[in-house]
């Protein structure tokens, strides 16, 4: 059990409970951005138009191409060069991720409409409601169920990808779990391995709630 | 779809290109001076007059620069960093900043100085102005204090472990022919080897064989400095002239007061120990 006293010395427990927020602050943000911009790009996406079509499914697979690494380095210095614009770490760091949630939720989105069949319109319109009546009462809780347990799953990808901003100067969880080993590597040379396992916990403890309420949400489906 | 992904692959790659090119912008040179005057860099004046400095440090390599148990950051660059804040009269803010992305952070003047242990090689110069060193590096040679090898001279004969691909490997290969060379992939495996007895002395940089010393006793670093010397030097944006010369005069006076090896006891001491010739990794005054 040699090790685990670091987690208890100085402010090193609150230390990590703060980058667990940052982790978590960032996700949540970019998850809401994306909600709300994804779903308009997912509307975008039923158009039959088909100039809209390609536009939108080259800005998907270009954020499916570029590793999340890249788009943050970008983002954070490329833009101060071409631009002199100077964003934060943080600012850059929701700029990537809502661009990245964004075109996932609009796919998202775009398929779990599609994926309504259309006697489900055309019986709607047969029992004599109006286009809003139709969308309210049948089609968007019938596509939102679909959709729930793909945008958690979302957001726990969102939540784990986080830890690559701390290359931008983002302290985050597991940021601040290096400096801790770091700064003990000489007094308690096996803090390591007790670190990592108090960061497994924290993310374990965000993600397992969001992971029953997923599985909860695809059971209820199913029996349906 | 098939031609959808071929066009995102190939707006990607302009992307990437643009941003490599973007990169690579001081090398190719031209334009350059104008881009400083658009804010890549802050004067000393800005700086003064903004009332703030920001200087990028580790905040995870002990002990240059990292975040100690209460949640400050500590260290031999922090220790300096907090000493030109002061001489500036400006607030300090420090950034925490990664080996790889140590250039970017300042051609992109996200900070003003960088204090990451930064060592001074030609590659780098092209892409950043370095200031008068504050510290070097060489190679160390650490063994048993049963048998304390205290030359390099006197390992003619005898068996050095060594890591590969490491500058000890190329210095001994070329100027000891005689010293026979065991070596290894990884650090540990190499350590495990001098405690085994299976080499009579392990050779890599002194910081490291200095700081093993101190935790692993029974060994001794008789060799505390040997073959060519790296400086490490605090490193502005290319072009940043103004603050250059007051870091080169801010080290030129700081040797008065024999700044460094102040710096050294406060910081490296407890992990290199009182015994070591400070000389060995301090330079006073940028001169090696």
């Known amino acids: 059990m040699r090790g685990i006293e670091v987690l208890f010395l100085g402010n090193n427990m609150l230390r990590l409970l703060e980058g667990l927020w940052v982790t978590v602050r960032l996700a949540l943000i970019s998850i809401g951005l994306s909600l709300i911009l994804g779903s308009a790009l997912g509307a975008a996406m039923t158009l039959k138009n088909k100039v809209v079509k390609v536009i939108t499914r080259v800005y998907l697979e270009i954020i499916r191409i570029m590793p999340q690494l890249v788009f943050l380095f970008i983002v954070f210095f490329g833009v101060t060069k071409l631009t002199g614009a100077n964003l934060s770490g943080e600012v850059s760091a929701v700029i990537v991720f809502t661009l990245w949630g964004t075109a996932e939720v609009g796919d998202l989105v775009r398929s779990a409409f599609g994926a309504i069949p259309k006697h489900q319109f055309e019986s709607g319109i047969s029992l004599g409601l109006s286009k809003p009546q139709l969308y309210l009462f049948i089609i968007f809780p019938q596509a939102l169920r679909g959709l729930i347990p793909n945008i958690i799953n979302l957001s726990m990808r969102m939540i784990m990808t986080t830890a690559l901003v701390s290359l931008i100067g983002v302290t985050e969880v597991l940021k601040v779990g290096k400096q801790i080993i770091d700064a003990n590597r000489f007094d308690y040379p096996n803090a390591a391995i007790w670190v990592y396992a108090a960061i497994f916990l924290l993310y374990f403890l965000i993600c397992f709630p969001l992971s029953l309420v997923s599985r909860g949400l695809a059971k209820r489906r199913a029996d349906k | ?288």
């Not at chain 2, 090398?27 to 400095?53: A, H, L």
């Not at chain 2, 500036?88 to 900043?97: A, M, T």
């Not at chain 2, 160390?140 to 049963?146: A, F, I, N, R, Y």
Request: net charge negative.
């Open chain 2, 1 to 288: 779809m098939n031609m959808i992904k071929k066009i995102a692959a190939a707006v990607s790659a302009a992307i990437l290109a643009l941003s490599l090119a973007a990169c690579s912008g001081t090398e190719s040179g031209s334009g350059n001076s104008g881009s400083s005057e658009n804010g890549n860099y802050r004067t000393v004046d800005e700086i003064k007059s903004e009332g703030k400095i920001s200087i990028g440090v580790f905040s995870d390599k002990m002990p240059f620069g990292y975040v100690d148990n209460e949640g400050e950051y500590q260290g031999y660059d922090v220790y300096f960093a907090r000493r030109i804040a002061q001489d500036l009269n400006v607030e300090l803010e420090l950034v925490p900043v990664e080996a790889a992305s140590r250039v970017e952070f300042l051609q992109t003047g996200k900070v003003d100085i960088i204090l990451a242990n930064f060592t001074v090689t030609e590659e780098r110069a092209k892409q950043v102005d370095f200031a008068l060193p504050y510290m070097k590096v060489a190679l160390g040679v650490v063994s048993p204090d049963s048998a304390v090898i205290s030359s390099a001279d006197e390992l003619n004969g005898k068996t050095l472990i060594v890591v590969k691909g490491t500058t000890a490997e190329t210095y001994f290969t070329e100027n000891y022919p005689d010293v026979k060379l065991q070596k290894y992939d990884e650090y540990n495996e190499a350590y495990s080897a001098l405690q085994d007895g299976r080499g009579d002395a392990f050779s890599t940089d002194n910081t490291e064989v200095l700081a093993w010393a101190m935790s692993n006793h029974g060994f001794t670093v008789g060799v505390e400095s040997l073959g060519s010397v790296d400086a490490i030097a605090p490193a502005v944006t290319k072009g940043n002239e103004e603050l250059l010369t007051w870091l080169n005069e801010e080290i030129k006076s700081l040797a008065d007061e024999q700044f460094f090896h102040a710096d050294y006891d406060a910081t490296l001491a407890s992990v290199y120990g009182d015994t070591v010739d400070k000389d060995n990794l301090v330079v006073e005054g940028g001169q090696m």
